[in-house]
């Protein structure tokens, strides 16, 4: 029989044997606490957290940043909002700032927003007068949406056209405005000296200017016309006539001359 030679291999110096991590049995009382540690990481800590900035003094409004103003004095508005002073920010309603606000007449409007950890940020946005309301009880700022804020004060300024209303007419400020514009078109001498429109309804208006003697009466959207074709026949209205009245531009064909009704002659 011929031998046969068996080839063993032996281990290599280089390989080790593969690492088998032993099982190890978790402990019945931390799988009981888990779901517990997690529940108090995900709600514990912020409903401690919310409970400290409920209850933290740190968070009392303190502090009212105030911009925006020229007419009403930054005091003015805080004064108005001193009532919420010491209260949590949080729970400061802007809506009752904005109610407590409104209650100035300057007061259109104001951007509001809370500036923790204790100021409140006040943005005021005032009301813009563009004529002074001519009333029985005085002149008062007015608005273009005829928004009456406050009664006339002569060490503001004062370079504000004047508004009075007809008996039976309605507050009409925009078409008031347009109608000085109209003016300022086509007889900006006239317009310089523009001192009070009246609102006599509808349309209608009546101009006080210093470049003439007497009012005019137009009608929005036909200044233009109406005064040119008065400027043409000025001179013949200035011959005819001594003392005029009023001037009624309104009519399209014709234009009607008021005369001035002559004084009584006194006897001594």
């Known amino acids: 029989m011929n031998p046969q030679e068996i080839q063993v291999s032996s281990p290599s110096p280089f ?22 540690l997690t529940a108090l990481l995900l709600v ?11 209850t933290s ?20 508005v805080g004064e108005a909002l001193r ?22 007449r300057w007061i259109e409007g104001a951007n509001l927003r809370k500036r923790m950890p204790n100021s409140l940020v006040v943005e005021v946005e005032e009301r813009q007068p563009v004529m002074l309301l001519r009333r029985d009880e005085g002149l008062f700022y007015v608005d273009r949406s005829g928004t009456v804020i406050d009664l006339y004060d002569p060490a503001r300024e004062a370079d504000l056209l004047l508004l009075s209303i007809a008996p039976g007419a309605r507050l009409e400020v925009e ?27 509808g349309d209608d208006f009546r101009l006080f ?15 233009g016309r109406q005064v040119r074709k008065f400027r043409e026949v000025m001179p013949e209205v200035a011959r005819r006539y001594d003392r005029v ?5 309104r009519f399209s064909r014709q234009i009607v001359i008021q005369p001035a009704a002559e004084p009584r002659n006194q006897e001594g």
């Open 175 to 201: 078409p008031a405005l347009a109608v000085a514009a109209e003016l300022e078109l086509v007889a900006p001498d006239w317009a310089s000296g523009l001192s009070e429109v009246e609102v006599l309804g």
């Open 57 to 76: 003094p740190r968070f009392l409004l303190s502090n009212i940043v105030v911009s925006g103003t020229s007419r009403v004095q930054p005091a003015e």
């Open 83 to 104: 009532p919420l002073r010491g209260k949590h920010l949080l729970l400061v309603s802007l809506a009752d700032v904005e109610g407590r606000l409104s209650e100035n």
């Open 209 to 223: 200017t210093a470049a003439l003697p007497y009012p005019v009466l137009v009608s929005l959207g036909g200044v």
């Open 44 to 54: 514990g800590v912020p409903v401690a957290g919310g409970a400290w900035v409920v």
């Open 15 to 36: 390989r080790r044997r593969r690492f088998v991590a032993p099982h190890r049995r978790r402990s019945p009382l931390l799988l009981l606490a888990q779901p517990f």
């Open 245 to 249: 009245a009023a001037v009624d531009l």
